[in-house]
Antibody, heavy 120, light 108 residues
Framework: EVQLVQSGAEVKKSGESLKISCKGS????????IGWVRQMPGKGLEWMGT????????KYSPSFQGQVSISADKSTSTAYLEWSSLKASDTAMYYC?????????????WGQGTLVTVSS | SSELTQDPAVSVALGQTVRITCQGD??????ASWYQQKPGQAPLLVIY???NRPSGIPDRFSASSSGDTASLTITGAQAEDEAEYYC???????????FGTGTKVTVL
């Protein structure tokens, strides 16, 4: 059974750093792109970027380029989303999602979400 | 801002049919996938590709496409279909994925 399990909720202050995780199981972790999605309170879904754990090829959506860092550890089948200096506007729910092998467009499997709250 | 535009909200009577549209230039080239999201839950894939449903998704969900517009149709809407629906595809460059603006479906 494919599963993506995300790390728990975080409460941080502006300026702090943070790294949240998404651990994949039940499939070959290195063979599927994994993406990160932001959902700000009461707002829609935003695709942030994707990583291919097999070779760490990473693509950032233009709005998120330079704002976050996406990485993956093949040895632990875990993808990460990282901020070096959080802002209050980073307060959101963050989801990871596995993309299909064929087109790398379709996300059938999702993590449960990690709520990040940043206070100013 | 999203390159895929959806109507903000639609309503449908129980058992009737509703169509949700997603408009964007990239849809001329790429298929959309569709996601259902209920409050407090992660998104759920309901349709992908030309008109494919993952295992467990009822056949009342179907997809179609014409030009720059993709559509999701719910035929015989049920109370449990009340949710936010998002399309997803590539942006106009083809390099990045992008979600539509979302449509809130209310079942009356």
């Amino acid at each position: 059974e494919v599963q993506l399990v995300q790390s728990g909720a975080e409460v941080k202050k502006s300026g702090e750093s943070l790294k949240i995780s998404c651990k994949g199981s039940g499939y070959r972790f290195t063979s599927h792109w994994i993406g990160w999605v932001r959902q700000m309170p009461g707002k829609g879904l935003e695709w942030m970027g994707t990583i291919y754990p097999g070779d760490s090829d990473t693509k950032y959506s233009p709005s998120f380029q330079g704002q976050v860092s996406i990485s993956a550890d093949k040895s632990t089948s875990t993808a990460y989303l990282e901020w070096s200096s959080l802002k209050a506007s980073d307060t959101a729910m963050y989801y990871c999602a596995r993309l299909d092998k064929t087109t790398a467009d379709v996300s059938e499997y999702w993590g449960q979400g990690t709520l990040v709250t940043v206070s100013s | 801002s999203s390159e895929l535009t959806q109507d903000p909200a639609v309503s449908v009577a129980l058992g009737q049919t509703v169509r949700i549209t997603c408009q964007g230039d990239s849809l001329i080239t790429y298929y959309a996938s569709w996601y259902q999201q209920k409050p407090g839950q992660a998104p759920l894939l309901v349709i992908y590709g030309k008109n494919n449903r993952p295992s467990g998704i009822p056949d009342r969900f179907s997809a179609s496409s014409s030009g720059d517009t993709a559509s999701l149709t719910i035929t015989g809407a049920q109370a449990e279909d009340e949710a936010e629906y998002y399309c997803k595809s590539r942006d106009s460059s083809g390099d990045h994925l992008v979600f539509g603006t979302g449509t809130k479906v209310t079942v009356l």
